[in-house]
């Protein structure tokens, strides 16, 4: 197939350059879809249909089988070969069971070894006497060694996890999910569902990924090209609201209230601050008339603007036209018949002009912001009765700055310039966003995400129990209204694929204390996993984990070694010393560069098959307080596939004991 594209020639149905361009760009995007996957079957799944798709069963129609694969793939002729596994006749490929066989009688799923097939498991769905069996190519699949990025799921997604790839594209869901349940993988394979049911719908408004951070996206950039989906656009929240260059910090206080959601308000405030209420009469001098605009009747004007919900620059673009019709009305009162130029000229004229710059002035949304955080008195009178005297104080800045190239703008700040700059102009939104780790946002950032899908919708994934900023969500249901998408309905993963049993039931012996409402994930693994916890002399602390990284690497697969961030030079240096070579996170692993170095806060949506802790007491003890030590120590503990070593030199934390 990629052969024919490549060999298509265009030359003799463009007319000019540009259409020229444009399909050849097309053919390229098609080329590139159509790669060849250097290990990746052609097809992983058969289903034999008792009766051909669509055909009329009372005329005794056939059986038909199909291939199930990554792609849609046909022979010479134009005949199928493989269909999609996003096409309707893929559908009871994951959903299909035995109460529910959708007309299947046998799915065949296919195994591969290093892109060798080597196993086959079948299920007669229509056959009461075979009993239903836990699939064992599933277990292989989880448990096959990771090197490089992130894999797809494609060949494996269960049933609880399609339903949610395949909802509706119109609705916003939204997915509480225990570590490893795969909230991740089916947010990507969503996007990429959507993009195969609504190509056209979304290449006009775009598709995006929101990760947490850099290396995260890093880890799964790879996942939607396999699919064959290249267009779609993965940025952090930072990237998003990325107006100025962010050089300054927050303490958690001040970023906590600037993530508040009443911060909207105040801005709100702010960028209409400068609305003023017409104190003379318009004076429009045009040839030997002279046309005047009582002052009552801008005021009125103004005010009609302003009360109406529209954006603040839309507001200014519309002040000066409905001044020039005032004046209109009045040319034709007097026998005039003014035309749309005749309005045009006279709302360019300076006396308009002057009201409009008197009362509507223009807003820079950055210095607004500046203003806020540097101007007391503004701000008290912005935040009149939204933020109390103590919350003003804490979050402006000690040292006021002299202009935007001088001001030590941090992310919360950001993301406020994003909100003013939302109150000047529509920020575009997009067909559809997957918001990935949402737990982590503030009020604020969620409003900076949700202008980006206002008319589209939006894949919210997220673990309370894993939120570890001092802003983390508490409940779905407000994070969703921040989002603006109220109306989401909220589904909940609960089947653990990454976490081996013993290491689950470890780490969930932290959920009473940082997510009580939530229930423990169960495990889909037959392997326990094997977990050690191991008491170590505080001097002999740093060689334990030296000697626990080299029997992680004698299995195969990546070895993660997850410590508080202020370990990471004492661990590095052990280890460099040791002569292990180690990655950073997001880092590719490879055969021969097995072991990631990993500080806690960045541990979050990443995965080994083995890994090594460092003393939890510490990676608890780093976070401002213990509840966000108990989540970030929770995370780190699920983040193993096969094995988890946990070393400590001081006592384990009781929650965990
Ligand atoms: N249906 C499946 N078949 C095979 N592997 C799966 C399946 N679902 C999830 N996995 C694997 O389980 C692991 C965890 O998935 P993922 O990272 O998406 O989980 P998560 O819920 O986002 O985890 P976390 O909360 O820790 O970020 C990944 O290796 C993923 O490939």
């Known amino acids: 197939m990629r ?73 010479a002729d134009g005949d199928p070969m493989v269909i999609d596994w996003r096409a309707p006749v893929s559908q009871p490929f994951y959903r299909a069971s035995r109460t529910d066989p959708m007309d299947v009688a046998l799915r065949r799923r296919f195994g591969y070894t290093a892109g060798e097939l080597t196993a086959y498991e079948d299920e ?70 959507l993009l195969y049911a609504h190509r056209e719908r979304l290449a006009r408004t775009g598709t995006l990924v929101v990760g947490p951070n850099a290396s995260f996206l890093r880890y799964i950039e790879q996942v939607l090209p396999a699919l064959g989906e290249m267009q ?41 601050s400068g609305i003023a209420t017409p104190k003379e009469a318009a004076v429009v001098v045009r040839g030997s008339r002279r046309w005047r605009v009582p002052a009552y009747e801008l005021q009125e004007i103004v005010q009609e603007l302003a009360a109406r919900d529209i954006r603040y620059g839309a507001a200014r673009e519309a002040l000066p036209q409905r001044i020039a019709h005032a004046v209109l009305v009045q040319m034709e009162r007097a026998g005039e018949a003014p035309d749309d130029r005749v309005q045009d000229a006279v709302a360019r004229n300076p006396a308009v002009k002057a009201v409009v710059k008197e009362c509507w002035p223009p807003v820079d949304p950055a210095r607004t912001v500046l203003r806020l955080l540097s101007d007391r008195q503004f701000l008290a009178s912005c935040a009149d009765g939204l933020l109390t005297a103590e919350e003003q104080e804490t979050i402006l800045w000690a ?165 508080a961030d202020p370990r990471l030079p004492a661990l590095s240096a052990a280890l460099t010393a040791a002569g292990l070579p180690f990655l950073a996170p997001g880092e590719e692993t490879s055969a021969t560069a097995r072991l990631t170095l990993v500080p806690a806060s960045l541990a979050k949506g990443l995965e080994y098959d083995y890994v090594v802790l460092d003393d939890p007491a510490t990676l608890v003890a780093a976070e401002p307080d213990p509840r966000t030590g108990l989540r970030r120590l929770y995370v780190a503990l699920t983040r193993a596939v096969s094995g988890l070593t946990v070393l400590h030199a001081q006592p384990l934390p009781e929650e965990l004991a």
């Open 124 to 193: 007669h769905l229509t056959d009461p006497a075979e009993a239903a069996t836990a699939s064992r190519l599933l277990q292989d699949e989880i448990e096959r060694p990771r090197v490089g990025p992130m894999r797809d799921i494609v060949a494996t997604i269960q049933p609880e996890q399609h339903e949610i790839v395949v909802a509706d594209v119109s609705g916003t869901v939204c997915v509480q999910g225990a570590p490893g349940t795969g909230k991740t993988a089916v947010g990507l394979h969503r996007v990429a569902y």
């Open 3 to 75: 052969q024919d594209v490549e060999a298509l020639d265009i030359s003799d149905v463009t007319g000019n350059w540009v259409n020229a361009k444009v399909l050849a760009a097309g053919i390229e995007a098609r080329i590139t879809a159509l790669a060849d996957l250097a290990d990746l079957p052609l097809f992983f799944g058969r289903l034999d249909y008792r009766h051909a798709p669509g055909a009329d069963l009372a005329e005794g129609a056939s059986g038909e089988n199909f291939y199930i694969g990554r792609r849609h793939v046909h022979d």
């Open 232 to 272: 779609v656009k993965q940025a952090t929240v930072d990237d998003l609201v990325a107006h100025v260059t962010v050089r300054g910090t927050d303490s958690a206080d001040a970023a906590r209230i600037k993530g508040d959601a009443r911060m909207a308000e105040v801005l709100r405030r702010a960028v209409r």
């Open 399 to 563: 040292r006021p700055a002299r202009g935007l190239g001088s001001a030590r703008w941090s992310a919360a700040d950001a993301v406020l310039i994003d909100e003013a700059q939302d109150l000047v102009r529509r920020t575009p939104s997009l067909g559809h966003v997957v918001l990935d780790e949402a737990q982590d946002l503030s009020p604020m950032q969620y409003r900076a995400v949700g202008r980006r899908c206002s008319t589209g919708s939006a894949t919210v994934l997220g673990d309370i129990a894993q939120g570890t900023t001092p802003w983390a969500t508490a409940s779905w249901a407000e994070a969703l209204a921040h989002l603006g998408k109220p109306e989401a309905r909220v589904e909940e993963l609960t089947r653990g694929f990454r976490v081996p049993l013993e290491i689950i039931g470890y780490a969930s012996r932290l959920l009473p204390a940082i997510a009580p409402g939530l229930a423990p994930a169960t495990s889909v693994r037959e392997s326990a996993g094997a977990l050690s916890v191991r008491e170590v002399p505080p001097a002999a602390l740093d060689d334990a984990v030296v000697t626990a990284c080299r029997e992680a690497l004698t299995h195969e697969g990546s070895v993660g070694l997850i410590a």
